[in-house]
T-cell receptor, first 108, second 115 residues
């Protein structure tokens, strides 16, 4: 069965540093992958999409990589700010699979 | 635009009771989805619809029914609630499933507790 793994442990980093979150998947080869942000008590909000033939995608301070050989996506937030504190979910599309998310805490 | 709205925001049911959750979107999206989110489990798809009058099963459909009589509305029904259905329910919509237009827009969620 499909399995998406995101680090369930919270990631704590200092403001200004780069946060790197990991999404690993098995038993499936998605055509593309998405990253969402979820704040407490709210629904997820779309951030970035990366296709299988794209190695890297950027949007402002966000960067996503997609390694179909390793079956892994990395999500980076550079120059992190306390406002970036949230849970970040990866999603494999075509099959509507979401990871359980990694909580990011950025400390001032 | 209100985006995706969900009614109610909170609900407490007793085992065996029934209820309907309403999702509405004003973006003219074709696709609509119902997910449940449990701690450590992530979002799991219950049912989805690819257009008015259509529905399909997702990963965890048992105990739920859905209807899409109007394009803008997607209803999720629990006929006989069970404690295992205690969860936060999210509705989402998207224009289509094509890569370029597949962004899902989520509602604020409904927190359901079944005693």
């Amino acid at each position: 069965s499909q399995k998406i793994e995101q680090n369930s442990e919270a990631l704590n980093i200092q403001e200004g540093k780069t946060a790197t979150l990991t999404c690993n998947y098995t038993n499936y080869s998605p055509a593309y992958l998405q990253w969402y942000r979820q704040d407490p008590g709210r629904g997820p909000v779309f951030l970035l999409l990366i296709r299988e033939n794209e190695k890297e995608k950027r949007k402002e301070r966000l960067k996503v990589t997609f390694d179909t050989t390793l079956k892994q996506s990395l999500f980076h937030i550079t120059a992190s700010q306390p406002a970036d504190s949230a849970t970040y979910l990866c999603a494999l599309r075509n099959k509507f699979y979401f990871g359980s998310g990694t909580k990011l805490n950025v400390k001032p | 635009n209100a985006g995706v709205t969900q009614t109610p925001k909170f609900r407490v049911l007793k085992t065996g009771q029934s209820m309907t959750l309403l999702c509405a979107q004003d973006m003219n999206h074709e696709y609509m989805y119902w997910y449940r989110q449990d701690p450590g489990m992530g979002l799991r798809l219950i049912h989805y619809s690819v257009g008015e009058g259509t529905t399909a099963k997702g990963e965890v459909p048992d105990g739920y029914n859905v209807s899409r009589l109007k394009k803008q509305n997607f209803l999720l029904g629990l006929e006989s609630a069970a404690p295992s259905q205690t969860s936060v329910y999210f509705c989402a919509s998207s224009y289509s499933e094509l890569v370029s237009t597949d962004t899902q827009y989520f509602g604020p969620g409904t927190r359901l507790t079944v005693l």
